[in-house]
């Protein structure tokens, strides 16, 4: 593990375990510069923290639970007609974030009758 992931990483999991760390984080590398590599990790580390015990330098970072997690692919999420999934298919981002981390019940139906604007 990279001193660059690792303080990512200690980072993101004290946020999630509502010990500190930075609400917003902005990944700058160049072309080819591991921003995969880091998201995977920083998914897979959330997801299930114990994924980073077999590394000796995981040692001591924060084991937040209760994490939920959602993935966005903006290259395959289209704007004007949506990305289905759960038999239901948002419109926005927001909304997809909503049913990724929701389910149906954390997504808002359309409004009816007058309110349907």
Known sequence: MTAGLKSLLEDVLKRLAGKG???????????????????????HAARSRKAL???????????????????VDGQFFNAQQGKESQGIRPL???GWLALQLGGKAGYPAPPTGKDAR
């Open 92 to 94: 926005t981002l927001w």
């Open 21 to 43: 760390g930075a609400p917003v984080l902005k990944l700058m590398t160049p072309f080819g510069g591991g921003k995969s590599h880091t998201m995977a990790a920083l998914f």
């Open 53 to 71: 015990d077999v590394l000796p330098e995981a040692k001591g970072l924060e084991s937040p639970t209760g994490v939920r997690v959602a993935v």
